[in-house]
Every structure is written in structure tokens, then in C-alpha cells.
């Protein structure tokens, strides 16, 4: 779950990070207001679930309560990368000298957390990570010891920060890694954090992720939830227990089991293919929950097919046919459909499905080429 800059500022703030005085709102009479209480000068910020909100746009500075009211208003219209802007958060501006990126995430391939810091920070830090990555120091959190103050200093010393602010740096990376490890995060990220004209560290943007696997001992995270910014398919998939990752491909999938899954995505691959979606139905899904994952899946414009890869154990193939059945009287897509079914009611299955004109195979392989030879073939 991803939280808004508001939020996840709000929670480094009681771990101890500096942050600038700000305020939320929807609407853009009271962004004024606070533009007075916060001494005139103030940044509107678009409130909205993904990254670069200031190169399109969403960051702006207002000079004058009235400038702030007119901005509020403009990106309160707003619309960035297709998420609509329901909310501002109106921060006192701070002028500042140099912009510093500090960030926690968990490296699976170390099996541990990496905090990253750099003094290249600011909106072109992923260029920077692209182009000279070696301008982002690496140290890693051994999970049972936390963040030692050795560490903090030598990223310190590392991103060359004026000696008198190594201290205040070692009190943000500790508050970022309580923030971090308390919450169950899978990223804590402040980019930036300013030196600000007055020699002091501020956080002037946050970000947090927090494992969705872990919120059921966050009451109060789950609290801050804001459905009205998240992917309409991510809440779908949830309410009806589906595992679900878009992806970029043109294949989409619907198969039970993640392990399964995971093989047919592969297998899409090796027939020079490429999936749309991660789908694992779980085991035992019914009717219901087919039809769901499919709308989920039709939902994505990339889709130009799906593969279903149904395993039948638990799950009966029967129930699963019915489901496809069902969710294509709903949407009536006009794209191929490939089926594999195997296992349980299999017979049942295909034979229910044969009626609704679904390309059928016998094995993985045989659906995978299936499905990349039909999307080749409208591509041309
Ligand atoms: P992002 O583009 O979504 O990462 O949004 P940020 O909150 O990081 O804002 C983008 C950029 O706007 C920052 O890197 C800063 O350069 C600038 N910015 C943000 N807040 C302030 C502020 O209070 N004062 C000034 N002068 N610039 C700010
Ligand atoms: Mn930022």
C-alpha cells in the first residue's frame, strides 16, 4: 500500500525528521488560507500515488496567498500520469542549497534492508541511478542490529555533507529506519531532504510503501488507505482475493497457483511473447471469482489476449469454465481467448467452454504459442 506525501511525512515527522510547516485540502478558497497562516509564500503540492508530480507539473510555488489560490486551483483540475488530483498539501516554502536523496528499501538479493543516499538527490535521481549509479552510496541494515550511528556517519561522509550536520543526518537516517522497519515498509523515501538556507536538514518530500502482507497489525495505517487514488483493478483484485500485478505486456493470464503462474509467464516469454499481468486465482476459485479476475483483465487497454492456464486440484475446471462464461456475458470482449484446463472436471469444462468459440490447447506450450501467434497476427 502506498501512501501519500502528507501521510508518509507525517509519520517520519514523529520518528523525529525535520519537516516544513503544511496543511492538506481539497479545495483551492482554503489553500489561501493557509497560505496566510503559513506567511504568504508556499508550495502547492498534488497529492496523488506516483512519483515526478514536479516535472508535470503538480509542484508549484506560490509567492502570495492569492498566486496560491490561483495554482490550487489548476492543479486541483489536474490529472498526472491518469490519477485525478483530489487533494493538495500546501507547505511553507523553504529555500534551500542543496538537494540530498535518503531512502530505505529491502535488496532481496542481500536478504536485507539498503538504506541509499546521494548528493545528487532531487527529481533526477533515477537519471542519476541510471547514468552514474555510483553517485548512490549503499550501506546495509542487518535487520536485528538496525541502523548503527557508524553507518549513518559514514553515508554522511560518503554524500560529502558539511561535517556540523552529521549528527542531524544520523537523526534523520535513524528516524527514517524506525519509520521504516515499525511500520513494515517496503520503501521509506526522502527525496529530497534540503539543506536549507540556514544550514539545517529538511524533508521536503516523503514517500512510504508498506507491505500489504503486514497490515493487519497496522490498524492505523490501514486507516489512511485513500481508495480514491488507487488502480480500480488493484482494489477489484483485493476485494475479491486475487493476487495481481499489471505488467506491460499484451498477454493477459488468468491461472490458479502463483507458482503456475510464474511458469506461464516464463512460458509466454520463451514463445517471444510477453504477459500483461501476474494472476494467480488461488486455489478452489469459483465462478465468481473467475468472472472478477477476468474483468480485472480486460480492464488493461495493452491486453490483445488471454491465456487461461487452469490447473484443476482443488479447483474444478467446471466451476472455473462457468466463471469464463459468465464474465464473457458480462464484457463481451473481442479479443482471443486460449484455454489449457486440466485436472478435475476437465472434460466438463472444455466442453462447456467449446460453445463459446475459445481457442483450446492440450498443453502449456501448445496455449503459449496460441496466444503469441494471435496477438503477431493482429499486430500485422
Ligand atoms: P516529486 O517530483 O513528486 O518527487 O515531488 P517533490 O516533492 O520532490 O518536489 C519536486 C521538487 O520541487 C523538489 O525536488 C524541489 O526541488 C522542489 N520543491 C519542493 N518543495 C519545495 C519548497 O518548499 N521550496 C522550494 N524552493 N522548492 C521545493
Ligand atoms: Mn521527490
Known sequence: MKLHEYQSKAIFHRYGVPIPKGRTTTMASEAKHFAEELGGKVVIKAQVLVGGRGKAGGIRLAKTPKEAEELATTILGMEIKGLPVRKI??????????????????????????????????????EVARVSPEKIIKIHIDPLLGLREYQARDLAVSIDLPRPLWRSFAEVAYGLWKAYTENDATLAEINPLVITSDKKLL????????????????????????????????????????????????????????????????????????????????????????????RIILSDP????????????????????????????????????????????????????????????????EAAQKAVAVVKGEAK
Open 203 to 294: 524533508a521536503l518530500d516523503g514517500k512510504m510503501v508498506v507491505d500489504d502482507n503486514a497490515l493487519f497489525r497496522h490498524p492505523d495505517l490501514v486507516e489512511m488507505r485513500d481508495l480514491d487514488a488507487e488502480d480500480w483493478a488493484e482494489i477489484e483484485a483485493r476485494k475479491f482475493g486475487l493476487s495481481y500485478i499489471s505488467l506491460d505486456g499484451e498477454i493477459g493470464c488468468m491461472v490458479n497457483g502463483a507458482g503456475l503462474a510464474m511458469a506461464t509467464m516464463d512460458i509466454i516469454k520463451l514463445c517471444g511473447g510477453e504477459p500483461a499481468n501476474f494472476l494467480d486465482i488461488g486455489g478452489g476459485a469459483g465462478a465468481e471469482k473467475v468472472a472478477a479476475a477476468l
Open 302 to 365: 495493452k491486453v490483445k489476449a488471454v491465456l487461461f492456464n487452469i490447473f484443476g486440484g482443488i479447483t474444478r475446471c467446471d466451476e472455473v469454465a462457468r466463471g469464463i462464461l459468465t464474465a464473457l456475458a458480462e464484457v463481451k470482449p473481442n479479443i482471443p481467448m486460449v484455454v489449457r484446463l486440466v485436472g478435475t472436471n476437465a472434460e466438463e469444462g472444455r466442453r462447456l467452454l467449446a460453445e463459446a468459440k475459445m481457442i483450446t490447447a492440450e498443453t502449456l506450450l
Open 89 to 126: 498539501l500546501v507547505d511553507e516554502a523553504v529555500s534551500f542549497e542543496k538537494e540530498i536523496y535518503l531512502g530505505i528499501t529491502n535488496d532481496r538479493g542481500a536478504r536485507r534492508p539498503v538504506m541509499m543516499a546521494s548528493a545528487a538527490g532531487g527529481v533526477d535521481i533515477e
